[in-house]
Each structure stands twice: as structure tokens, then as C-alpha cells.
């Protein structure tokens, strides 16, 4: 299987690598299950970094574009109540006013 190298830079570290297919409904899907694992590694084992806020909120849009509406709903709260007042709640605020709309379709 052919595939393109995806490497995750997080904070000055490589968080993780891996060999994308090369189908594209793989690649949107796998993409982002391998960023939700990187960004859940980073918020793991780096709870207190500055990049954490961030790392949550790009949880919640991967859970979200793989239409896990339940699990993006949450995290997406969870970055609204953790980091209120911040660029990255009112992102998050944001998605998940498109999630009302989509996740009932």
C-alpha cells in the first residue's frame, strides 16, 4: 500500500508518524483519527503546556469531522468551561453551533 509520511510536530517534539493511505475518503478519515491520537498523546502527557488549549480544541474539530458528534460536543465544552474568554472558546463556541445544525441531519 502506497501512502504519504504525516508527521505531527507539537511543541517543538515529534508526536507522531504515520503512512496515510492514499484513497481519499482514507485519507480524510485516517488524517484525522492520527491527529485525535497525537493531540490526546500531547494533552496526556503535557497537561499543563501552553499547548494544550489548542490541542483540546483540535481533538474536538477531529471528532467532529469524523462525525463523532457525542464525543465533540463534550470536548468542545470542555474547551468553552476550561479556557473561557480565549481565542480558543470561541472557536470551539463556533463549532459547536455548526454541530447543532449537522449532528441532527
Known amino acids: 500500500m502506497s501512502g504519504t509520511n504525516r508527521v505531527a510536530v507539537v511543541g517543538g517534539g515529534i508526536v507522531g508518524l504515520a503512512v496515510a493511505p492514499t484513497a481519499p475518503n482514507e485519507i480524510a478519515y485516517s488524517s484525522s483519527s492520527i491527529a485525535q491520537e497525537s493531540f490526546q498523546t500531547l494533552l496526556s502527557r ?60
Open 46 to 105: 503535557y497537561p499543563g503546556s501552553q499547548k494544550a488549549p489548542d490541542a483540546l480544541l483540535k481533538v474536538g474539530y477531529s471528532q467532529y469531522e469524523q462525525k463523532q458528534w457525542d464525543q465533540a460536543e463534550a470536548t468542545l465544552n470542555e474547551v468553552v468551561q476550561k479556557y473561557p474568554d480565549t481565542t480558543v472558546a470561541r472557536l470551539a463556541q463556533g463549532r459547536l453551533r455548526a454541530l447543532q445544525s449537522e449532528s441532527r441531519h
